[in-house]
């Protein structure tokens, strides 16, 4: 379970292919000295097994699930990507509560800016608008993210300054492809709204 507070951008190292996956080593001089093999890591918003770590860089493989749902097979030698650590129990829970479970990817409308942060427009498929609800809560490559609008094709969100230098938002241009994740609140809601009704 992650909060969707980005700790570190770290770097892409090694991207290679894997037995139909694809593994990546990520530089992290952060996050990575406090991984060991087997620990998870939220790498974009996406829950990934640590299956090497040494020194400040760690290695995880994407298998062939995560490569459809999400944008870690596009990523590239020297590539930035933002970096979350699990939740500890007795952690103060700053964002909201993050599976690491991308629903799907998204694609960035527009980026405008609106000092003294930025607005940001991304569309997404009604299976995932369908639980995107105004000043509810949005993951956006591992960030935690408040909605700001909603329309048939999309959602908005304002970013502020710190979210803008302390993760890959600032990378964003027309057309970035983003990991999404739906509050986990709203898919249980609904389950249980089908159930009762």
Request: aromatic share 6%; glycine share 12%; charged share 25%.
């Amino acid at each position: 379970m992650f909060t969707g507070l980005v700790e570190e951008m770290g770097t892409i190292e090694l991207a290679e292919p894997d037995e139909g996956g694809r593994r990546l080593t990520v530089a992290a001089p952060v996050v990575g000295q406090g991984l060991g093999v087997g620990d998870s890591v939220s790498l974009n918003g996406c829950c990934q097994t640590v299956v090497h770590a040494e020194g400040a860089s760690f290695t995880v493989v994407a298998v062939p699930e995560t490569l459809r749902r999400t944008n870690l097979g596009a990523l590239v030698e020297g590539d930035r990507v933002n970096l979350e650590r699990p939740v500890r129990m007795m952690d103060r829970l700053g964002g909201h509560l993050v599976q690491g479970h991308v629903d799907a990817v998204g694609r960035v409308r527009l980026v405008r800016e609106e000092p003294p942060g930025w607005w940001f427009s991304i569309a997404a498929d009604e299976d995932v608008l369908r639980y995107v609800a105004l000043k509810g809560s949005i993951t956006v490559d591992g960030v935690s993210l408040t909605v700001a609008g909603v329309d048939a094709g999309g959602f908005e969100v304002a970013i502020i300054p710190h979210t803008w230098e302390a993760t890959i938002l600032k990378q964003y241009r027309q057309g970035s492809e983003v990991n999404l994740e739906v509050d986990l609140l709203a898919r249980y809601l609904e389950r249980l709204v089908k159930e009762v009704s």
